[in-house]
């Protein structure tokens, strides 16, 4: 067997014992000469399964401490979603459009029925930032993001507000505004984000939805005019 496959091997193993809660969130776990042995597995490709659990967010390695499963919280292990996003090519992130256009209206629905004053508070900050953004993308990206980023978290489903945080790739968002800024149409776009603000203040999941249906499927014929253009 190969050295990945031993590597592998040894990920499995430690996975297997995390899912079966023998390694719970938060507990240390034993030394790894100790840990090598009771998996049958080598020191070295212990030492080379725990550097890619490290990587992914499932161990955190403790200088002078030890080595501890993390919390496995949503927002933790799927933060690496949204680098990858900001990696796929053009038509792939078109894709990724269509899977948002399915997940968000449904998101933006349940958050209707869900969201608190503080915020809906936030969200109405946030429009006025986008507002006085005016022609800066960096800054419409950043309170772009950050708007249904909150809308999302309203619905009070981690694991749903860390997917869709990661689909809403950072490069797909600055070239949209791009396109948008580039043929004068921004104001549509802040046009669409008050509807859904309006919507969800008036506690209409149906509003809702149907407000978030066409803010993504217009954000999705902005991104297709921008790649075309090459942009």
């Known amino acids: 067997m190969g050295e990945l496959s031993l590597t592998d091997d040894a990920i499995t193993r430690i996975r297997g014992l995390i899912q079966s809660g023998d390694l719970a969130p938060g507990s240390r776990l034993p030394p790894e000469n100790q840990l090598a042995a009771e998996l049958g597995i080598s020191r070295n490709s212990m030492r080379e399964a725990v550097k890619a659990l490290q990587f992914a967010r499932v161990l955190d390695a403790r200088p002078g401490d030890g080595t501890y499963v993390t919390s496995l919280a949503p927002d933790l292990l799927l933060a690496g979603l949204g680098s990858a996003v900001d990696l796929l090519r053009d038509d792939t992130l078109l894709e990724v459009m269509e899977i948002r256009s399915m997940l968000e209206p449904a998101a933006t629905s349940a958050a209707a029925l869900r969201i608190t004053p503080d915020q809906l508070a936030e969200l109405e900050f946030l429009l006025g930032r986008m507002r006085a953004a005016a022609s800066d993308a960096e800054e419409l990206v950043r309170h772009d993001m950050d708007f249904h980023r909150t809308v999302v978290a309203a619905t009070g489903n981690q694991s749903l507000t ?54 993504v499927s217009s954000s999705a014929r902005w991104l297709r005019h921008t790649l075309a253009e090459g942009r």
Request: overall charge negative.
């Open 162 to 215: 860390s997917v869709l945080d990661g689909l809403s790739g950072r490069t797909a968002r600055a070239r949209v505004w791009r396109g948008l800024l580039s043929a004068d149409a921004a104001a549509n776009t802040l046009a669409e984000h008050q509807a859904i603000y309006d919507a969800l203040a008036s506690g209409d999941p149906e509003l809702a939805r149907a407000a978030a249906l066409l803010h």
